[in-house]
């Protein structure tokens, strides 16, 4: 399964083959098209095909190619953002929905596991979350306090299933995990067993609003009373741009001389926090860890954040060796909580679910009961706490401010310190800069052959400079987290065109 990243996570190995097996007609309306393969699109369209509407799914690439096979895949009702957060910033009633959403999700999966017999290892486990000194330990007794107000499982630990110092430690219950990429395509199998349709390789190109949506793609135009973008971001811009902040999280797995491996899902209090889970494919188990956050677009040398994790995991365990080596992005949004529903400032027929931080297997599958309910009922009791075009001015008007300093900051600076080149010479093999070279500002790429690949480094989104990631060789913006190949293709949106290419006269 093909991913829009270079590194390779477990989940893309060892998993049968999906194609789909359905034909999409210009000339049908359907009751709904999402836009989106992953674990929310691919859960909304089964839900509503299931309830009797003709659904339509449309991927630019393949299903999974984006978060979903990049995910460590932890089933989470204790969420990144704390109930104790939830309560001051929404209240108690709105940190207990959310605690009752998350546990639907988590149900749901399961639901879908027994009943179409997919084999994609879902358990159940316990979770642990333990502090490191004093300053965390008290934060520690803030979110144990709040998540006990809402009913979480949740008790004080004297023990975590790790090698790792501590001082105090919370387990809770209700968490699972799974392997997402086996979930989904089971998921897929079953959506078109009901007479939904699946296009691969049909990028979205425009949406025309009238009477019907008309969706505009690589394959032809297709038209739908009603359209889910379950996509991150959606194309264009609009309010939700300017809320959420793309982030990269980076994960190794791991094989263990002792085989002492975790069997819980466990994560520290550290910023960015660290987190550990245990899979097993055939006989053999893994450790997972994942961390060391960063902002999108904003670090060049992404290697050496798998070079910290490694040298992390090897103060706490004897390591046989490390079996991958993997990154992802997910959206944080601007008030902690993700934003499902009615897409803002465009019609009412035109759907979104974003801002899942780090939880994007349960808000993603929440998300689609969310939206279920929103296109077979016209309304859900969770509509008005999660809807996209709210404004909590208490939890995100100062994250949104200074967000947008960030973005303004590279729209501008990013601009300015591009540095001129006399030679491609000063481009070493296997690296890449954003240069002035003869007149011309390119994205230059230089690969292991010393062939050149030159783009125009704006973005196409809103024409912010993209910067290398050098684990994934992609141009990477920093602005609203658009991703593109070395030779300029899309990988990641809210961006739906190709970096321009630029002819630089030489081979």
């Not at 965390?136 to 803030?142: I, R, S």
């Not at 067993?193 to 969706?215: E, P, Q, S």
């Not at 093999?429 to 230089?446: L, M, S, W």
């Amino acid at each position: 399964m093909n991913r829009d990243s270079t590194t390779i996570s477990p989940w893309q190995e060892n998993i049968p083959g999906f194609s789909p097996d359905s034909f999409a007609k210009e000339d049908f309306i359907y009751d709904v098209i999402i836009v989106g393969g992953g674990i929310t699109g691919l859960t909304s369209a089964l839900l509503l095909q299931k309830a009797g509407k003709k659904c339509l799914l449309i991927e630019a690439k393949n299903i999974g190619f984006g978060t979903t096979t990049g995910t460590t895949a932890h089933l989470n009702t204790m969420m990144d953002t704390s109930y104790d957060q939830i309560i001051s910033d929404f209240g108690e009633e709105s940190a207990r929905m959310v605690h009752k959403i998350t546990n639907q999700a988590i149900q749901l999966i399961e639901t879908h596991v027994k009943e179409y017999n997919i084999e994609c290892d879902f358990q159940y486990k316990k979770g642990y979350l333990y502090a490191e000194d004093d300053d965390q330990a008290k934060e520690l007794d803030k979110i144990y306090e709040g998540s006990r107000k809402v009913g979480v499982d949740i008790g004080y630990s004297n023990e975590i299933p790790l090698p790792v110092p501590f001082t105090k430690a919370i387990s809770f219950g209700e968490q699972a995990q799974f392997q997402p990429a086996k979930y989904i395509i089971g998921i897929a199998n079953e959506f078109e067993k009901l007479g939904g349709i699946i296009l691969h390789n049909c990028r979205v190109l425009n949406r025309i609003d009238g009477d019907k949506v008309t969706v505009e793609t690589q394959k032809g135009n297709y038209k739908c009373i009603d359209l889910v973008y379950a996509t991150h971001l959606p194309p264009g811009v609009n309010l939700l741009h300017f809320e959420n902040t793309p982030y990269r999280s980076y994960v190794i797995t791991a094989k263990l001389k002792d085989g002492n491996y975790p069997d819980a899902l466990v994560y520290d209090m550290q910023d960015p926090y660290h987190y550990y889970r245990t899979y097993t494919e055939g006989n053999e188990k893994f450790l997972i860890l994942g961390g060391e956050d960063h902002k999108t677009g904003h670090e060049e040398n992404t290697d050496k954040f798998f070079r910290n994790l490694e040298a992390y995991l090897q103060k706490y365990y004897q390591v046989e060796s490390i079996v991958h080596r993997w990154s992802s992005q997910y959206y944080e949004p601007a008030d902690g909580l993700p934003y499902i529903g009615h897409t803002p400032g465009l019609t009412n027929h035109v759907y979104v679910a974003t801002g899942f931080s780090g939880n994007g297997m349960t808000w993603g599958t929440a998300s689609s009961l969310i939206l279920f309910d929103l296109l077979t009922k016209g309304k859900s009791e969770y509509e008005p706490l999660f809807k996209p075009s709210r404004i909590n001015v208490k939890a995100s008007i100062s994250e949104v401010v200074k967000e947008n300093i960030d973005v303004v900051g590279h729209f501008v600076g990013d601009w300015l310190s591009v540095k001129k080149i006399p030679t491609l010479l000063d481009i070493a093999t296997n690296d890449a800069k954003v240069v002035k070279y003869e007149g011309k500002i390119a994205a230059i790429y230089k690969d292991s052959q010393s062939q050149i690949h030159a783009v125009n480094p704006a973005c196409t989104h809103l024409k912010c400079s993209v910067l290398w990631n050098s684990s994934e060789k992609s141009w990477d913006c920093p602005c609203h987290g658009s991703r593109f190949s070395f030779d300029g293709e899309v990988l990641v949106g809210p961006a739906r065109k190709d970096l321009e290419a630029i002819n630089l006269g030489v081979q």
